[in-house]
């Protein structure tokens, strides 16, 4: 058998080893995943608030409660993360933001929102159904790409 055949093999069979640990790792994260959800859910409470300000930033940076800076592993420190400052009574708090419904939080506005610990998880506005984001005009590149790409049936029609 010739060397360079070997040497895919062995390249294959490792690449298959690092496939099936990945499918394994990625099934216990999952579950571990669902877990927590779980558990966010049972501890969500419903605040009325002002949101005073929304920036993604680092945690050490964020004004968070020491212990938060504490538990959090070292290497997660430097990450930024979507904050919400908001007043909540008579307090101004520093919370951390679903990052699915970030852009759904609006500025200076009054909103009811599912708070988990210091996690915001849901987001309702307060006068007329949900909080509703300023969409961004498009430049005219943009929109000459969707329309060609509407043309080609590469994007469905809205």
Not at 37 to 48: F, G, L, P, R
Not at 79 to 98: R, Y
Not at 111 to 135: C, H, P, W
């Amino acid at each position: 058998m010739p060397k360079i055949a070997i040497i895919l093999i062995i390249i294959a069979i490792v690449l298959i080893g690092i496939i099936v640990a990945l499918y394994f790792l990625g099934k216990r994260a999952q579950k571990k995943q669902a877990e927590q959800q779980e558990q966010i859910n049972a501890a969500k409470q419903t605040y009325s608030m002002l949101i005073i300000d929304k920036k993604r930033m680092k945690l050490k940076d964020a004004g968070l409660p020491a212990i938060v800076l504490e538990q959090t592993p070292k290497l997660l420190r430097g990450q930024k993360l979507p904050i919400v400052k908001a007043k909540v009574g008579p307090q101004v708090l520093s919370l951390i933001c679903d990052e699915k419904i970030f852009d759904q939080v609006p500025v200076k506005k009054e909103v009811k929102a599912a708070v988990s610990g210091i996690y915001i998880v849901e987001v309702k506005g307060l006068r007329g159904g949900n909080a509703k984001v300023d969409t961004k005009k498009k430049s005219r590149f943009k929109q000459a790409v969707e329309r060609l790409q509407e043309k080609a049936g590469a994007k469905p029609i809205k």
